[in-house]
């Protein structure tokens, strides 16, 4: 049978009309034309804050691209920015705007059929219904050839993927198409993709302002606006929700509201409007995800963490390094993980708190075990790390129980790896630390431990300080006698550094008393080590003997870095205390540094080394040695040692009369230093820095440097620094004739010397007071004080010895007759 369309209608003849056979027009007329739709844009946004760069790359793209993607999170504001985009667009296009909603994330809808969008615009074209192809294919031909010599503008807003919107899309070259998309639209070919980032803070808060309509504000006001953002996380949508409930609520005051969203357990429920709602939003996209992938989402949300990379990912959803990596892809391609930068990931604030809400209905029990997998990953791969930047190898429990539950631990085959992969993971750690000291306290010795050499190298060692503390108390409370032990090791030493020295030593000897209880050698050692430098280092010569104790222990346990540290020290501070044996040792030292590939150490023997030229006058090797030390540090991102290196290089060049380089290195030392947030470190850079200018003749420029020096010198009670400072204060009033004044200095500077046993600066603080003496007339004390000053130079070996021995000789020739 032959179809029946509209043309056989038009064709009948009325047969029940009149009895004279006539043809009622008004039946076979042909259909009237249909309507044709050209404008159908959605109403341009009320409010529109500055996506200006955003809208111009879109508006610069028309003619070079006929079709341009915007992507992003749900609620960052894509529609609001095509919307703006396709109203500014809208009179290039006079054949045709449409705005078409596919419905991918909105409640209640399932997503739009392509062939039905098709239908429906085919219809706005003034296409009949009965005239439209019935297939996918059919229709977007048809589609197509209409558009052809046409300038249309297409919104197609919401896309699924590439498959429901490859058939919408016009074939000529002078229309354009403007699409957005949850997901990073990767298969659409020759598009132009744009995502969209969340706003940043000043025109988040612009946004808050005008949406809530609360134009004069006050300064409490300003900074509750500044709370509400960041809570929000910059998104748009969720700052346009809270601002809208403020402009209802006239009563309202902006800092109430700041203080009670900043304390409410759910912020989500908090940006709750209908179908408006950021849960709602943030749920639509995750139900479109398979279970693996939802998993793995929920995962995420359990992280204490603020960001994750691949390996920590497989070990906390339980996955293989390659499934974690597709599955991280999944979820960053899908807008619901940011990448910071290539393999690390994060989630915004709201979806973090969106994947613990959903986190939390899941079982307990595999909750607590993907976190222990975290936990158990970051600890021992902390461990391994540490073990790369640690000045002796430390006592550490076992991973196996962790390997033998999955967990895939990271090794280093370098130092400049193991604390590149420490300083990423710094602030995880310590956010891990929390959730163990809150949760699972068994964890925090050994967690904290693993964090020892991060923390003695980029401190800040107040805040060492308290967590090895609260690591010593934790491991105390819970008989963990290893851990007690480890921790007074790790507390000893910061109080070391912050030259808390009775401290630090007593903290030592409660440890060797600890591991010596325990049988324990190779925590005796390393205690013995640190105990013994430190003892040296204050003038206790019973460090000698006990450095020589930990060195037979190592050599005994076959440790050639403990052998090589505890080399290191002895030859160190033999510098300061004398005796010829430092050279020999610190060569051996730099030896087995070597040979166990310990760069760290390497750089610091170097530096030791050069220090020890310099103090021997042999300047030439000094800056040999100093600038191999150099190389290393930085190789490593060592700043701590680039910084002490170049200010050793700084006193070089002062000696030898460079003064330009000397100034050079000193201020490139001193501005590290000032970064880091090493003061005593900066009060010795300046210190050097007004050495030259003193010697340069720059006198009034020298004070003000030694006086910086000073004042921080004495904020921090560094009793051992302040005698170098107060020396060259000394010498600096001398040059300009102060010496009563200088003769002051000169007594303090020998207090602080022996007070905190450096030989060397009281030798030159004896030195300046015999100077001071003889310019006053007291030749017989000054005779009595330089005696001193030699005898100790001598001992130590210094090039000093030789113009103050001479001094000396001219003094006793000059004496006068009694």
């Known amino acids: 049978m032959p179809e029946f369309d509209a043309r056989d209608q038009a064709r009948q003849v009325n047969v029940a009309g009149d009895n004279t056979g006539t043809i009622d027009a008004s039946v076979h007329a042909p259909p009237p034309p249909r309507p044709v739709v050209t404008t159908a844009l959605r109403r341009d946004v009320g409010v529109f804050i500055d996506r200006e760069d955003e809208l111009q790359r879109i508006l610069d793209a028309v003619g070079a691209v006929s079709v ?64 439209i192809p019935d297939s996918l294919d059919g229709r977007r031909d048809q589609w197509r050839d209409r558009l052809t010599g046409k300038r249309v503008l297409l919104v197609l807003d919401d896309a699924r993927d590439h498959a429901q919107i490859e058939p919408l899309l016009p074939a000529g070259p002078d229309c354009l198409t403007l699409v957005t998309s949850r997901r990073r639209l990767i298969a659409l070919d020759a598009a132009k993709p744009l995502a969209l980032d969340v706003l940043d803070h000043a025109l988040a808060v612009e946004l808050f302002c005008v949406l809530a309509h609360r134009p004069a504000m006050t300064g409490a006001d300003q900074r509750a606006v500044a709370r509400i953002v960041e809570l929000c996380g910059f998104l748009p949508l969720a700052i346009a929700l809270l601002a809208g409930r403020l402009a209802h609520h006239p009563a309202w005051t902006i800092p109430a509201l700041a203080d009670g969203f900043a304390a409410t357990s759910d912020r989500l429920t908090e940006l709750d409007a209908g179908d408006r709602a950021v849960y709602a939003a943030f749920t639509m996209s995750y139900q479109h995800l398979p279970p693996v992938r939802q998993r793995l989402f929920r995962c995420l949300g359990l992280h204490p963490g603020i960001d994750i990379d691949i390996a920590a990912t497989a070990a906390l959803a339980g996955l293989r390094t390659t499934e974690a990596r597709r599955e991280l892809d999944a979820l ?76 895939v631990i990271r090794d280093f085959g370098a130092e400049v790896q193991a604390l590149s992969w420490l300083r990423s993971e710094r602030v995880n750690l310590l956010n891990c630390l929390d959730y163990a000291a809150a949760h699972q306290i068994s964890r925090v010795a050994d967690l904290t431990g693993a964090l020892a ?60 008393d600890g591991y010596r209880d325990l049988g324990n050698r190779l925590g005796e050692a390393n205690a013995l080590t640190y105990c013994g430098a430190l003892r040296q280092w204050v003038g206790d010569d019973a460090g000698t003997a006990e450095l020589h ?15 090589a540290n505890a080399l290191v020290y002895l030859g160190a501070l033999r510098q300061w205390i004398g005796g010829d044996a430092a050279t020999a040792e610190l060569r051996q030292a730099l030896t087995l540094y070597r040979d166990v590939g310990y760069r760290f150490g390497e750089a610091t023997t170097l530096m030791n080394l050069g220090f020890h030229c310099q103090r021997n006058g042999d300047y030439a090797e000094a800056v040999t040695l100093c600038g191999q030390a150099l190389v290393i540090y930085r190789d490593l991102g060592n700043r701590f040692g680039e910084a002490t290196t170049l200010t050793n290089l700084g006193v070089v060049h002062q000696r ?72 060259e204060i000394g010498q600096l009033l001398i040059d300009t004739g102060e010496l009563r004044n200088a003769l002051d200095v000169f007594t303090d500077a020998l207090g602080f010397a022996r007070g905190t046993g450096n030989s060397f600066e009281q030798a030159r603080a004896l030195e300046g007071l015999a100077r001071c003496r003889t310019g006053l007339g007291e030749h017989s004390a000054a005779v009595t004080d330089l005696r001193e000053a030699v005898e100790i130079y001598q001992r130590l070996g210094v090039p000093e010895a030789e113009p103050a021995a001479e001094y000396l000789s001219t003094l006793e020739h000059d004496a006068p007759s009694p």
């Open 549 to 563: 104790q930990a060195l037979g222990i190592y050599r005994d346990l076959g440790d050639r870095l403990g052998e």
């Open 332 to 407: 960053y391609v899908d807008h619901l993980i940011d990448e910071t930068m290539p393999g690390r990931y994060r989630l915004h604030d709201l979806l973090r708190e969106y994947a613990r809400v959903l986190a939390a209905a899941d079982p307990s029990d595999d909750n607590g075990r993907a976190l222990d997998r975290l936990l158990d990953y970051y600890q021992h791969t902390a461990v391994n790390a540490d073990r790369r930047l640690a000045h002796s190898t430390r006592p550490a429990r076992s991973a196996a129980a962790a390997v033998a539950a999955g967990v």
């Open 453 to 512: 050499g991060l923390l003695e190298y980029d401190g800040p060692w107040p805040q060492a300080q308290t967590l090895h503390r609260q690591a010593q108390v934790t491991a105390r409370q819970l008989g963990d006698r290893i851990g007690d032990a480890n921790a007074l090791t790790d507390l000893g030493r910061t109080h070391a550094l912050t030259e808390r020295h009775a401290e630090a030593i007593d903290l030592y000897q409660q440890a060797l």
């Open 656 to 727: 030898t009369g460079n003064f330009a380089e000397a100034i050079a290195a000193s201020e490139q030392a001193r501005a590290i230093l000032h970064e880091i947030g090493n003061r005593l470190g900066e009060a010795h850079a300046l210190g050097n820095l007004g050495i030259v200018h003193r010697r340069t003749g720059d006198y009034t420029a020298a004070s003000a440097l030694f006086q910086r020096a000073v004042a921080i010198l004495r904020e921090l009670g560094s009793g051992f620094w302040e005698a170098i400072a107060f020396n």
């Open 68 to 131: 341009h993607t915007v992507d992003g999170m749900a609620g960052v504001g894509k529609t609001a920015l095509v919307t703006r985009a396709a109203h500014v667009l809208a009179p290039k296009f006079p054949d045709g705007r449409y705005f078409i909603d596919l419905h991918t994330h909105t409640p209640g809808h399932s997503p739009a059929d392509p062939a039905d969008v098709l239908g429906r615009l085919l219809i706005g074209l003034g296409i009949d219904p009965r005239n």
